[in-house]
């Protein structure tokens, strides 16, 4: 418990950023001694002044801070400090690493990451491209990581527990302010399988600030970052220059040259990023340091011969043919099909129900990748 009161006393001191943190922590040892340390081996270390040398020598640890801790122990929460075992290895060795990391769940000690985000205002071609490529991932025994935001964040974490493998949400707020208050459910989903983690005080609300520090930490614990839909200025592009900034591979998700929700991963690719139809692009490239295991096999039911879909008619083929991996509004598919509109509903409605089609709102359709 004092070892960790004086690590959340050692951040709350204005000065001591992160990178400043680092440093001390690296040549001290822990807080414990650097808050013991002479005046003079203090201001050995880059970055030190003499006031902030006078700071540390006469910090104290306010009660609010006491509180804060007992608050997570009270709640099961872990504060996993940059010396623990437990902290992520990756993490660690970027220049700014959180001096500890508040963690609902668990994180895996040697869990080989891969970061996905991209647009809150995703199109409903980005989330299930986005929900597809995670669930392979999390079948491949990797653990993905993103921010729980809307759009594409939360379709990463859906797809990444629908494939079976811890996912990791890194917060841009503390852990008792879920955000988007939206995803309560799902961050007590991935918390149970995997782990949400965030370097803000509790109750920290999700300042824009955080956003550009928690990026830092979603690219920082992975070997490499996936964009998908993210318009020329969207944050994603932060994450992925950190991304390149600490060495990890660029991947990104193209879309249609249509969307400017996809011209931030069209430049991307343009810049170098390697082009992801599917799992097998991203393993190509970093397979070799994944612990990746082959997806489990479906085991037939026992007595039950594989089930076979029964061939489409030609109209509904021709229908199906007409429709693209972007939503299209039905009056624009009875111009282009020439077709009854209310025979096209019923054609569009069986496939829909056959997997198919998918509908989305304002009576427009889209073809599902099966």
């Known amino acids: 418990m004092e070892d960790l009161l004086a690590w959340l006393t050692l951040k709350s001191l204005p000065g001591i950023g992160d990178l400043l943190g680092k440093r001390l922590i690296e040549r001290f040892g822990s807080p414990e001694k650097v808050f013991q340390a002479p005046p003079k081996a203090l201001m050995g270390v880059a970055g030190m002044t003499p006031p902030l040398v006078a700071a540390l020598s006469c910090a104290r640890t306010p009660d609010r801070l006491k509180e804060e801790l007992d608050r997570a122990v009270k709640k099961n929460y872990q504060v996993v400090p940059l010396t623990d075992p437990r902290y992520p290895a990756l993490l660690r060795e970027i220049p700014d690493p959180p001096l500890f990391l508040y963690c609902h769940g668990r994180l895996e000690q040697d869990a080989g990451c891969v970061a996905v985000v991209g647009s809150r205002r995703a199109t409903s071609y980005g989330r299930a491209a986005t929900r597809k490529l995670c669930r392979a ?17 939360t379709a990463a974490h859906e797809g990444a527990l629908a494939g079976g493998s811890p996912t990791v ?3 841009g707020s503390g852990l008792e302010r879920i955000y988007p208050p939206e995803n309560k459910k799902l961050f007590h989903a991935i918390a149970e399988k995997g782990a949400v983690i965030s370097e803000f005080f ?21 070997l490499g970052v996936v964009v998908v839909e993210a318009a020329r200025k969207s944050g994603s592009l932060i994450t992925a220059r950190l991304a390149a900034d600490q060495g990890r591979e660029v991947f990104a998700v ?11 991963t069209h430049a991307l690719i343009k810049q170098g990023a390697k082009l992801v139809e599917d ?10 340091r994944l612990d990746v295991k082959p997806p489990p096999a479906i085991a037939p039911q026992k007595g039950v011969a594989p089930s076979q879909d029964p061939p489409l008619s030609p109209e509904a083929s021709r229908v199906l ?9 039905i009056d624009d598919l009875v111009r ?34 099966r």
């Open 137 to 153: 991932l999390a079948r491949h025994g990797i653990t993905v990581v993103s921010g729980m935001a809307r759009g594409i964040d």
């Open 169 to 171: 949400a890194v917060l």
């Open 202 to 222: 509790l109750k920290d609300p999700p300042m824009p600030h955080h956003f550009p520090k928690r990026n830092r930490v979603i690219a920082g614990m992975s």
């Open 254 to 264: 193209p879309g249609s040259i249509e969307s400017q929700k996809s011209a931030g």
């Open 279 to 288: 799992v097998k692009d991203i393993l190509e490239e970093i397979g070799h």
């Open 321 to 329: 043919d007409a429709l693209e991996p972007y939503p299209v509004h």
């Open 336 to 369: 282009k099909l020439a077709m009854d509109a209310g025979r096209l509903a019923g054609i569009l409605l069986k496939l829909e129900l056959g997997g198919w089609v998918q509908q989305v709102p304002g009576k427009r359709f889209l073809r599902r990748t």
